[in-house]
């Protein structure tokens, strides 16, 4: 008989009967109950606000460096940042699906298409290099906080960083942000992929002069070993998925970004109409930055959901059993087997869980077929093409009016599309064409 942390599989079962749903891979909402429990973004919080506004002051710094890098980013300036897009075409589309009628706006947030990296990573990933590279710099003498640090993208900055490591464990798209930025700056990179990363995704890599190391087995075994191999080395750094508050701290600039944003479209928020924002989750730290960012900004005016693979719910059997990082999915027996790489992720960060447990309003979960018919329905909808990870969003608003008869047409849904726009045609085609199949079967029922 299986034993978890002194428990048998029943006794777990009669302790949370929702891990019914969880170990026979149903989809299904989790609302949690530890929600508001010490107060949002309160003083007993790790990071504060003014963590978040340092961040956002340094990539501001950074911006001369990363417009004179990545000519893409010439008309923002060099920031980092996507598009926020109403997505009234696919509002009705999951209306139609599900049988609900979803009371207020629907806007995607593309960081799908958000620069140099075309997916959320792209926050974290880029923010904790620049970080890193900056600290060194200083400590060289090479650059003082006050100069234009366009100056970065000269060969003697490259030669200098060219002494240095940087190492990453991940699914795919970690490594690809972090890769991608490093090698531009002239970092040596060393990124350990897991069994599910796409192939693509390595072959993009290993173009740009970084080095891959695949693993045969998970995303947490990928990560011990970059963590292992940077522990010998006083010039290499280790950049952790699972405990870094860099990472975190730079996907939680999004905040910031969208308060603008929201601003700029005219959208209202406030307790009385409220944003309730959905995003999918694998360790947490992406998800968890940009949850942990918006309660800082707008306190309880914002209600944060995350979305997990049915077969992949590590984030909510960690926060429901409040057990966090010691528990994993395979524990249970469920196989960590998905489609969203960016998700395929069996143990959450414990850092994140902690940190989240009073902050997250639910938890739900998305099979891969729902995602491949999601990636269809978008693509037909709203000509956007998403990533598996990224389109389990999509799923949340309808659970969220099922089990809240306030939401009304005053509130704001944002669903966070996290990836997709840098997947190859032949891929894009492929997912297209298999979810198209699912929504085709359906329509016939
Ligand atoms: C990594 C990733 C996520 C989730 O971020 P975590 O920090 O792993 O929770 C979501 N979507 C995509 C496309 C990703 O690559």
């Known amino acids: 008989m299986t034993i978890v942390k002194g428990k048998s599989i029943n006794e777990w079962i009669s302790a949370f009967p929702d891990f019914g749903p969880i170990l026979n891979y149903t989809p299904f909402y989790w609302g949690n109950p530890y929600a508001g429990e010490k107060g949002t973004a309160s003083q007993e919080q790790p990071l504060q606000l003014e963590d978040i506004q340092d961040a956002e002051e340094r990539l501001k710094r950074f911006a001369p460096f990363i ?3 990545y000519k ?40 799908s298409h958000l620069p140099i990296s075309g997916s959320i990573k792209g926050r974290g990933g880029i923010y904790e290099v620049l970080k890193y590279a900056e600290k060194l710099l200083l400590e060289h003498h090479l650059l003082s906080e006050k100069d234009d640090y366009s100056k970065i993208a000269e060969e003697k900055y490259r030669d200098f960083f060219s002494q240095y490591t940087i190492l990453v464990g991940s699914t795919g798209n970690l490594g690809l942000s972090i890769g991608v930025i490093s090698a531009k ?4 990179v060393v990124v350990h992929m897991s069994a599910d990363a796409k192939q693509w995704k390595k072959d993009l890599l290993r173009e740009r002069g970084v080095q891959v190391v695949e693993h045969p087995s998970d995303y947490s075994k990928a990560v011990k070993e970059g963590r292992k191999e940077a522990e010998n080395d006083p010039k290499s750094y280790f950049i952790d998925d699972e405990n870094s508050k860099d990472l975190f701290l730079g996907y939680a600039v999004a905040a910031i970004r969208l308060k603008k944003q929201l601003k700029e479209q005219k959208i209202q928020v406030s307790p009385d109409n409220p944003l309730h924002v959905y995003l999918p989750c694998g360790v947490g730290g992406g998800p968890g930055g940009v949850a942990f960012g918006l309660k800082a900004v707008f306190g309880d005016a914002v209600k944060c959901y995350f979305a997990e693979p049915t077969h992949s719910p590590c984030m909510l059997i960690g926060m429901m059993t409040r057990m966090h990082n010691e528990i994993s999915v395979n524990d249970f027996g469920l196989d ?18 902690k940190v989240m447990e009073p902050l997250l309003e639910g938890i739900f979960t998305v099979s891969d077929e729902q995602m491949f018919r999601l990636i269809a329905e978008m693509a037909d909808a709203e000509g956007i093409h998403l990533e598996p990870s990224a389109v389990t969003g999509l799923m949340g608003p309808s ?11 005053g509130h704001t849904h944002i669903i966070w599309a996290t990836g997709g726009s840098m997947v190859p045609d032949e891929i894009k085609e492929a997912e297209y064409q298999k979810g198209l199949a699912f929504k085709r079967k359906s329509d016939v029922k």
Do not use: W
């Open 399 to 409: 659970y969220v009016v099922q089990n809240n008869p306030n939401i009304t047409e």
């Open 67 to 69: 417009a004179a890098a």
């Open 185 to 188: 700056l002239g970092f040596r």
């Open 336 to 353: 960590n087997q998905t489609a969203a790489d960016g998700l395929a992720v069996g143990r959450a960060s414990g850092f994140v869980g």
């Open 72 to 111: 893409e980013t010439e008309k923002s300036e060099g920031m980092i940042e996507s598009p926020l897009k109403k997505a009234d075409q696919i509002k009705a589309r999951i209306e139609e699906i599900t049988g609900q009628t979803i009371p207020g706006a629907f806007y995607v947030k593309l960081d």
